[in-house]
């Protein structure tokens, strides 16, 4: 069994047994990986702040059959500002389920890896958390094949200069101009602009993205279809949910006070 060095950002860590863990990573190396860390409940010495979600890490670990087995791990970034705001640690739960959900394991993506450190140091920092979110949804959903094409419409291949809105369906799989712009719930409508910026956000380096900046409300519709879809997808609700509804919606907002 090969020993792999590699960094990684901590997705998950859950309780095993009288005293491991069981850790999912989003490694740079091998992509998702789900992994054993062996005498971590009883040892915290060995991985000192090692598995906190959201932070990124120095991990070398083996490759088995089932689960990988960690030999070290070491913390690297905790981005810490995430931890501080209820809202900006929201967006970072969906951010990551969205990852263990779409994505599949021990397949390598260097892409999908620096989209995700990239979205996570910058939701710890930057004013507006929702577009960070958005941003990282559309490049996250396109990289596992999950968008279709905004290079025209798909029904009468119109140019995306030609028509004043559009609309994105994830459910079906489709984009189209005003003329064929379907109508039903979780369709997002583009106006003309927003359109142009995702096609264009879509095309750049990954590293290149978080300059653009959507409208607010536009990437907040973006952020409520994206998770009802990933929802829809796996056919499970977002753990992430109960929060998010606290920070987008207003009329969530009594329930989310204690
Ligand atoms: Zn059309």
Redesign the pocket.
């Known amino acids: 069994m090969n020993l792999i060095e590699t960094e990684a950002v901590v997705l998950h860590a859950s309780d095993y047994g009288e005293s491991d863990r069981i850790v999912t990573f989003f490694t740079l190396a091998s992509g998702l990986v789900r992994a054993l860390a062996k005498g971590a409940r009883r040892s915290r010495e060995r991985f000192v702040h090692a598995f906190e979600p959201n932070s990124v890490v120095r991990l070398s670990f083996r490759q088995r059959r089932g689960l990988a087995w960690v030999e070290s791990c070491r913390l690297v970034e905790g981005n810490l500002g995430l931890r501080s705001d209820p809202s900006r640690w929201a967006y970072a739960g969906l951010l990551v389920e969205t990852t263990l959900r779409l994505h599949p394991e021990n397949l390598p993506n260097t892409q999908f890896y620096a989209l995700l450190c990239g979205a996570l140091a910058r939701l710890g920092t930057e004013r507006d958390p929702v577009n960070v979110a958005a941003l990282f949804l559309v490049r996250g959903i396109h990289l596992v094949g999950g968008l279709p094409s905004l290079e025209?419409?798909?029904?009468?291949?119109?140019k995306l200069g030609e028509?004043s809105t559009w609309t994105l369906s994830l459910g079906a799989g489709r984009f189209?101009?005003?003329?064929?712009?379907l109508n039903h719930a979780g369709a997002i409508t583009l106006d003309k602009g927003s359109a142009i910026l995702l096609h264009a956000m879509l095309q750049g380096p990954v590293e290149k993205i978080w300059r653009f900046r959507l409208r607010k409300g536009m990437a907040s519709e973006i952020v409520r279809a994206a998770a009802a879809w990933v929802e829809e997808q796996s056919g499970q609700r977002l753990k992430s949910r109960r929060a998010l509804n606290c920070v987008m919606d207003p009329r969530w907002a009594e329930e989310c006070n204690p």
Request: net charge positive.
């Open positions: 025209s419409c798909g029904q009468c291949g119109r028509s189209a101009c005003q003329a064929h712009g």
